[in-house]
């Protein structure tokens, strides 16, 4: 039986929201913050698609990414956006075969910098959220702190 499970973590940047969100929808660029994970878009091969709604995101997470697609030890996760509203929320539908449900990027400025706050709602059978959840929280708290190092640099 499939369950639907709620993650979300938040995180302050002290950087203004317009630099946040530069960085964060710089697609292949999340490949440098995200743990073990390699991520494009469409627009990396076609550069007359505009980013934003309809556009498709790839994540592709496992053992040594980089080597994607050569290497397949890992999960693909694709990814369609469903809001776009820049420079404050990037909504998305995960359309893969495993990887099932809706994620959302939200900014807001505060005084000193930017509040980023990131959730997934994440369906799959309750066993295999039961391993996957701990782990995963933990994969984006360190993500979301490597991503605030790396945009404050």
Not at 7 to 25: C, D, E, F
Not at 59 to 72: D, E, I, R, S, V
Request: glycine content about 8%.
């Amino acid at each position: 039986m499939n369950k639907l499970s709620n993650l979300s973590l938040t995180i302050k940047i002290n950087k203004p929201i317009k630099t946040v969100w530069g960085a964060l929808v710089d697609w292949q660029g999340q490949s440098n913050w995200m743990l073990q994970t390699k991520v494009w878009s469409e627009l990396d091969q076609d550069r007359t698609v505009k980013n934003g709604k309809g556009v498709l995101i790839f994540a592709f997470t496992g053992l040594f990414p980089k080597l994607y697609p050569n290497l397949k030890l890992g999960i693909l996760d694709t990814m369609e956006i469903t809001k776009w509203k820049p420079p404050v929320i990037c909504e998305v539908v995960h359309i893969g075969r495993v990887i099932r449900g809706t994620g959302k990027f939200e900014l807001k400025p505060v005084r000193g910098g930017t509040v980023f706050y990131w959730q997934e709602e994440i369906l799959a059978p309750a066993i295999v959220l039961l391993f996957i959840k701990p782990m995963l929280l933990i994969g984006v708290w360190l993500s979301l702190r490597r991503f605030s190092r790396q945009v404050s640099a």
